[in-house]
T-cell receptor, first 114, second 113 residues
C-alpha cells in the first residue's frame, strides 16, 4: 500500500486557471506538509498542518490555499496560476510535529503552467 | 535563519569508489539532521538521520556523523553501486518544535559501471 499518495501525477494547465492537487496518507500521521521543488531541484516548505492547525509560510502567495478535510488528507488549491508556479509539488507527512520525526514523501505532482 | 549548504554537483564516480558529499548547516540551537535520497521519477526517501551531536546515522552502507563543532553532516559510503545513482539532499529540522525541513540544493550522483 502506498503510504503517501498524490493525484494527479502530472498537471498541465494555462495561466489564470484554478487547480487542485490532492494528497492522502494512510500512515495515521498527525502532521502533513506541502513542499515545492523548482527546476533546479531546490526544495522549499510551503505549509505545515498539524492536528487541524495550519502553519502558513509567509513567503507563499495567498493564491495557494491548503485544505484538510480530515487528518489523512491535505489538498492544495491554487488560484490564478502563473508561469512561475511550474514546479514539482510534494506532499509529506510525519507521525508528530516534533523535529526528530521522519517525513514520508509522496511521489510528487509535476505542474506545468503554459 | 536556518540554512543548509551542500556540495555542488553533479558527482560522477566509478562503481566501488568512495563517496563523500559535504554538508554544513547554520541553525540556532540543536537541530536534527537528515539525508534524503530522490531516485529518478520518485519522491524523497529518508536515508539516515541524527538528532544530537556526535550521533552517527547509517543505512544501506551510507554514514553521516553529526558534528556540532564544525556544523557538518557529511555523507559517506565506502563503495558505491550503480543503484546509488540519485539526487541526495541534506536537510535540517530546527529546534523550535517545528518539523519544517530546510533542504540543501541537492547533489546528483551518477555511478558508472
Amino acid at each position: 500500500d502506498t503510504a503517501v499518495s498524490q493525484t494527479p501525477k502530472y498537471l498541465v494547465t494555462q495561466m489564470g486557471n484554478d487547480k487542485s492537487i490532492k494528497c492522502e496518507q494512510n500512515l495515521g500521521h498527525d502532521t502533513m506538509y506541502w513542499y515545492k521543488q523548482d527546476s533546479k531541484k531546490f526544495l522549499k516548505i510551503m505549509f505545515s498542518y498539524n492536528n487541524k492547525e495550519l502553519i502558513i509560510n509567509e513567503t507563499v502567495p495567498n493564491r495557494f490555499s491548503p485544505k484538510s478535510p480530515d487528518k489523512a488528507h491535505l489538498n492544495l488549491h491554487i488560484n490564478s496560476l502563473e508561469l512561475g508556479d511550474s514546479a514539482v509539488y510534494f506532499c509529506a507527512s510525519s507521525q508528530e510535529w516534533d523535529r526528530s520525526y521522519e517525513q514520508y514523501f509522496g511521489p510528487g505532482t509535476r505542474l506545468t503552467v503554459t | 535563519g536556518d540554512s543548509v549548504t551542500q556540495m555542488e554537483g553533479p558527482v560522477t564516480l566509478s562503481e566501488e569508489a568512495f563517496l563523500t558529499i559535504n554538508c554544513t548547516y547554520t541553525a540556532t540551537g540543536y537541530p536534527s539532521l537528515f539525508w534524503y535520497v530522490q531516485y529518478p521519477g520518485e519522491g524523497l526517501q529518508l536515508l539516515l538521520k541524527a538528532t544530537k551531536a556526535d550521533d552517527k546515522g547509517s543505512n544501506k552502507g551510507f554514514e553521516a556523523t553529526y558534528r556540532k563543532e564544525t556544523t557538518s553532516f557529511h555523507l559517506e559510503k565506502g563503495s558505491v553501486q550503480v543503484s546509488d545513482s540519485a539526487v541526495y539532499f541534506c536537510a535540517l529540522s530546527d529546534q523550535g518544535g517545528a518539523n519544517n525541513l530546510f533542504f540543501g540544493t541537492g547533489t546528483r550522483l551518477t555511478v558508472i559501471p
